[in-house]
């Protein structure tokens, strides 16, 4: 809801003028604070000003996999009961005055230091196909520590390869008061000019703010210790599921495209073993959420892990009838934070009423329910996570491709398909504590399926046609596969990883194999215009060193798992 503003539009110029560009080293602060309570390990569930707020797939894989181990410990080992739910109009729907009380009451939270330093510095890395790239950032620390650039840059440099940073001499302070009167200005002064009108809003926060999202999930946070606390929402820490790790960490360089890594991931505590058939038959839920998991005297006490994304809640438990509640609570609105789930994007594992039931689920061919959530898809059954392509069902991928004009446009497609790799491979996605073997080949299968799809839409708009020099695709293909691998040790082997006791069992043959497979399979689809591709790639799939993996890895590659990619337009 918006009133036009009474003051002429001359007075109101000055605050049209965007409120990041005016105060952006302020705005770095509660970025910075969100970062370090993560980091140190603050956040737990219901616990922090954030709440159950995940801010990426990072903090998503370090939530989930506690809750998966400790859950595959159990014996017997409860159903799982999952719910997704999204909030109507999340932003708009924001009561600002009950945000500023929430800020207020949690600041001590929010705000560690009563004076912060704002350093700028640049971070410079070669691309090919251009001189570099540049970037203006900026790092927050207390007034105190005031760090030196040299220790500072050292300290980046240890995790960022191939990257030149320059201290750019400003160094600017900012004080929490003047913080505070900032975020109020941000959430209360809002003004959004319609034509030659100019409005303030006093319904909701704005979206286009870098501060918005972080907003919302305080807000948000807020709901959940007063409506939600009372769920379960057991979280082993992290130190009760594995052992120490101490290992040598694998690096791979962005010039060591292909090469295996040598040092080897470390042993971890077993863990019950997972179903390795894909065709087992899909657990089946009971239809009404007033049953319990078990329902005898000696079951174990129910849990569960609330996690969000700004708005978008997921909730999984051991107990059925929590799970509803969770459900019809959000439905059914939370007046006094004006929140409403919308029941469209609802996504239930089991069946709570004739109206809400496990039918929203994504149904797989070979019978697996999955729950999607934030471009995931959770198997409703065993909690293994695979990436939501099911999202991309009816839209062509060229749609969203962007072509970049350079003097070597061949080396650029190949640095364009090798990011689709590495966005596609997460611990979360690769890790076996929470996927059985098998779900891990087929991510990566997966992940190079749509990798060949992007490529024969790139491959339409380079200079010259693909007949023209077909061995120069094919070698893009072969070094895309080999790629692969070392992009998945590098995924597998990150800091985060190691500490979570992340463990990989990919072996690099079967990612090749794989990802030949992978990319036949795609490109016979567009014969006419890989033919000869297909011809090369053919020789190398069909080496006698292949026949092993061929027999080994063949229910990995059957479409019936895979048939989403049957309806993605390229």
Not at 59 to 69: G, H, I
Not at 222 to 251: D, W
Not at 297 to 303: E, F, L, M, Q, R
Request: proline share 6%.
């Amino acid at each position: 809801a918006a009133r036009q503003h009474p003051q002429p539009a001359q007075q109101l110029q000055r605050l049209t003028t965007a409120i990041n560009g005016q105060r952006r080293n302020a705005l770095e602060v509660p970025k910075d604070e969100q970062q370090q309570q993560r980091q140190q390990g603050q956040r737990r569930a219901g616990g922090s000003v954030f709440g159950s707020s995940v801010f990426g797939f990072d903090e998503l894989y370090a939530r989930l996999k506690p809750f998966v181990c400790h859950w595959r410990r159990l014996s017997p080992r409860p159903a799982l009961f999952m719910a997704t739910t999204d909030v109507k109009a999340s932003f708009d729907s924001i009561d600002q005055a009950k945000l500023l009380d929430i800020l207020l009451l949690h600041s001590p939270n929010l705000f560690s230091q009563e004076v912060y330093l704002v350093q700028r510095y640049t971070a410079l890395q070669p691309v090919s196909g251009r001189a570099a790239t540049v970037r203006y950032l900026r790092s927050v620390s207390p007034l105190s520590a005031f760090p030196q650039f040299a220790d500072f840059a050292a300290e980046l440099a240890s995790h960022r390869r191939r990257t030149v940073f320059t201290d750019q001499v400003v160094y600017a302070v900012e004080e929490q008061a003047a913080i505070k009167d900032l975020l109020e200005h941000v959430i209360v002064h809002n003004i959004v000019k319609d034509g030659g009108a100019f409005y303030e809003q006093r319904q909701g926060i704005a979206q286009g703010s870098v501060l918005s999202s972080l907003l919302c999930s305080i807000f948000y946070a807020s709901l959940e210790r007063t409506h939600l606390g009372h769920l379960p929402q057991t979280l082993p820490c992290v130190s009760s599921i594995f052992s120490p790790v101490h290992a040598s960490r694998s690096t791979v360089s962005s010039q060591q495209l292909g090469v295996q890594l040598s040092s080897a991931q470390p042993p971890l505590p077993p863990l019950p073993p997972l179903p390795q058939s894909p065709s087992t038959p899909a657990h089946r839920l009971p239809s009404s959420a007033s049953a319990s998991s078990d329902g005898g005297a000696d079951a174990p006490a129910a849990y569960g892990l609330l996690m969000r994304f700004v708005d978008d809640f997921f909730y999984v438990s051991t107990d059925a009838h929590a799970a509803g509640e969770f459900v019809r609570m959000m439905e059914g609105g939370v007046p006094d934070y004006g929140c409403t789930a919308n029941a469209a994007k609802t996504r239930l594992s089991f069946d709570l009423d004739a109206a809400r039931n496990s039918s929203s689920c994504y149904k797989a061919a070979d019978g697996s329910m999955f729950v999607p959530w934030c471009g995931l898809l959770i198997n409703a059954r065993t909690c293994e996570v695979q990436v939501d392509y099911a999202r991309y069902h009816g839209t062509s991928i060229r749609d969203a491709l962007c072509v970049e004009r350079c003097a070597n446009p061949g080396e650029q497609l190949f640095k364009r398909m090798c990011k689709c790799i590495r966005y596609k491979c997460h611990p979360v996605t690769l890790d076996s504590h929470i996927n059985s073997l098998f779900v891990i080949r087929l991510n990566v299968y997966q992940a190079l399926l749509f990798c060949a799809m992007r490529l024969s839409c790139y491959v339409n708009d380079l200079p010259q046609p693909v007949d023209a020099n077909p061995l120069f695709i094919a070698d893009v293909v072969v070094r895309l596969v080999d790629y692969t691998f070392a992009a998945v040790r590098l995924s597998t082997s990150s800091e985060q990883a190691v500490r979570l006791g992340c463990n990989c069992p990919l072996i690099a043959a079967e990612v090749k194999w794989l990802g030949l497979h992978a990319f036949q399979r795609i490109l016979r689809m567009k014969q006419c215009k890989f033919r000869q591709v297909l011809s090369v790639l053919d020789a190398v799939i069909n080496q006698p060193s292949h026949d092993y993996y061929r027999r080994h890895l063949k229910d990995v590659v059957d479409p019936r798992h895979s048939t989403i990619f049957d309806k993605i337009l390229f």
